[in-house]
């Protein structure tokens, strides 16, 4: 009876093993309760946005921690299925059970024992798998969520990039290491001179080299030009009346305006964006264009006969401001209807050039031939203020530098001298001494309290704005210098000659960084970027 009682009591803790085998093995309630609030907490945070490498690193670790757990863990459980791989249906328990007794093989209390150690290996194990069940679940979500992100950074980044993409058919040179496109993106400061062998080239006055000449369309001086180096365009006007638009990638010509009916053609204006501008002629005639085709889409008389010095347009608010040395008139022009729509005329000699217009503030500052300066209010039409006192210029006016408040002036003259004013005050605070001929064109870098000034004595001088001391004198030109152009945030001034020859100076060490040769004729008109 007694190995009967031990018979059937090894067969109840075996088929518990097998009801045991079948049932999952549930997480205390507390340490659920805390699961769910961090999956809570964590789906509530906002997800932060990872650029490629960042999204691909996290990633690689997701990919590595599922991994890591199927190499270890799951390894560890098969070896334990190995271990527990015992057969559990009634039929072959029972010959299993039979066979050890018949044979007295083994006691029927250590068959309980390893009853007992079978039943309590397989629900340790089945609460393995499910822990291993839990987290491979959980690491497998972790690496699906970290590629989404990195397909989410990679669809970023190649929209960011076709964004940024340069069309293969803008320009037949853009794959090019000179490329012109290249050179912008890279910042190099680039110029476009106009001269008398009718001919314009293209300068990178950073490397001091020429990039380009576009010749062939004008058959006069080129007077004037205008240039966009985001679109790589630029438009030149001639004394022949023509108007050109060149690609300045590959120094083509792409629209050309020959007939030459409105005359001279001496200022240009445009806005790339817009495909708009306007030009004044020597005929007294605004033309307006446009600036894709080079069509004229309308013209009217501003100075009937006397020929145009300025040409400031405000294409957005189709205005424009004209003014002519001849007639000494300054004219504001509605470009809608082509109607004038306020008119002054200078007291003292007449008006002669605009220096600075700004739209926003509604006022501009020009100069006469007598030597006065006139403060304006583009609204009225009517003078706020003029600059006359002391021992002020004598003659003509050349060219004025005004600061982004127009509270401060700087003004050249024939008379050999340039002066700084206080537009507020409406007075001169100095003069400055020194040039022996005319002087032609003045650049102010208003931050550092530095003035450039520019010669018929072929001189360039550098003077300090606060003592109005000459510090340095450039030399080098052999003919008058007529034009400055300056880029102070780096050092750097250009100036341009009628010795035919473009001088690049660096104004920290004072001294001549190259000279750009290649024109046959006098300097007319420069632009920089």
Not at 77 to 82: A, G, I, P, S, T
Not at 121 to 143: H, I, W, Y
Not at 203 to 226: P, Y
Not at 330 to 352: A, H, M, P, Q, S
């Amino acid at each position: 009876m007694a190995d009967q009682s031990a018979e059937n009591a090894s067969a109840d803790i075996l088929g518990d093993v097998q009801a045991d085998v079948g049932k999952d093995v549930m997480l205390p309630e507390d340490e659920a309760k805390k699961k769910a609030e961090e999956a809570a907490k964590t789906a509530a945070e906002p997800k932060k946005e990872l650029d490629v490498k960042s999204a691909m690193a996290a990633q690689h670790a997701a990919d590595d921690v599922w991994r890591g757990i199927l190499d270890t863990e799951g390894t560890r459980l098969v070896e334990d299925y190995k271990l527990f791989d015992l057969p559990f249906d009634a039929d072959t328990l029972e010959d299993f059970i039979k066979r050890l007794t018949t044979n007295n093989k083994l006691p029927l209390t250590e068959l309980v024992d390893l009853a007992e150690s079978i039943r309590g290996g397989q629900a340790q194990m089945a609460k393995n798998t499910d822990e291993f069940r839990e987290k491979l679940e959980v690491s497998l979500k972790t690496f699906e969520d970290a590629q989404a992100e990195y397909d989410g950074a990679m669809l970023r980044k190649k929209k960011k990039d076709k964004k940024n993409e340069v069309d293969p058919n803008e320009c037949k040179l853009w794959i090019s290491w000179d490329s012109m496109y290249r050179r912008v993106k890279l910042g190099k400061w680039i110029g476009l001179s106009c001269s008398a062998d009718q001919t314009c080239k293209i300068w990178d006055l950073t490397k001091v080299e020429c990039r380009g000449t576009l010749s062939g369309q004008h058959e006069d001086t080129v007077k004037c030009a205008v240039m966009d180096t985001e679109s790589k365009a630029a438009i030149t006007g001639g004394m022949d009346g023509t108007l050109i638009k060149w690609n300045i990638e590959s120094s083509e010509a792409e629209e050309m305006f020959l007939s030459g009916k409105f005359g001279a053609i001496l200022t240009v204006e445009c806005d790339f964006k817009k495909n708009r501008a306007i030009t004044g002629c020597a005929s007294g005639t605004v033309v307006l264009w446009d600036a894709q085709k080079l069509a004229p889409k309308g013209s009217f008389e501003a100075h009937e006969g006397s020929r145009i010095t300025v040409c400031k347009a405000d294409f957005k608010a189709n205005r424009a401001i004209t003014a002519s040395d001849a007639d000494g008139r300054f004219r504001v022009w509605d470009l809608e209807t082509e109607t004038c729509i306020g008119n002054y005329e200078g007291k003292f000699g007449g008006i002669c050039r605009v220096a600075h217009v700004d739209w926003q503030k509604m006022q501009v500052i020009s100069g006469s031939a007598a030597g006065c300066l006139y403060h304006w209010d583009i609204n009225t039409c009517e003078e706020i203020g003029k600059l006359w006192g002391g021992k002020g210029h004598q003659e003509k006016i050349t060219s004025i530098a005004v600061d982004p408040t127009m509270t401060k002036v700087v003004s050249t003259c024939e008379d050999e001298t340039a002066i700084i004013w206080d537009a507020k005050k409406r007075r001169q605070v100095g003069k400055l001494n020194g040039h022996i001929q005319s002087v032609r064109d003045v650049k102010v870098d208003w931050k550092n309290n530095v003035i450039a000034t520019c010669s018929d004595d072929t001189s360039v001088r550098i003077w300090d704005y606060n003592t109005q001391e000459c510090t340095q004198i450039l030399e080098g030109h052999m003919d008058r210098v007529t034009m400055l152009r300056a880029r102070f945030d780096r050092n750097m001034l250009l100036s341009a000659s009628d010795d035919y020859t473009i001088r690049i100076w660096d104004l920290e060490y004072m001294q001549e960084e190259g000279t750009l040769y290649g024109h046959s004729g006098k300097l007319r008109a420069m632009v920089t970027n």
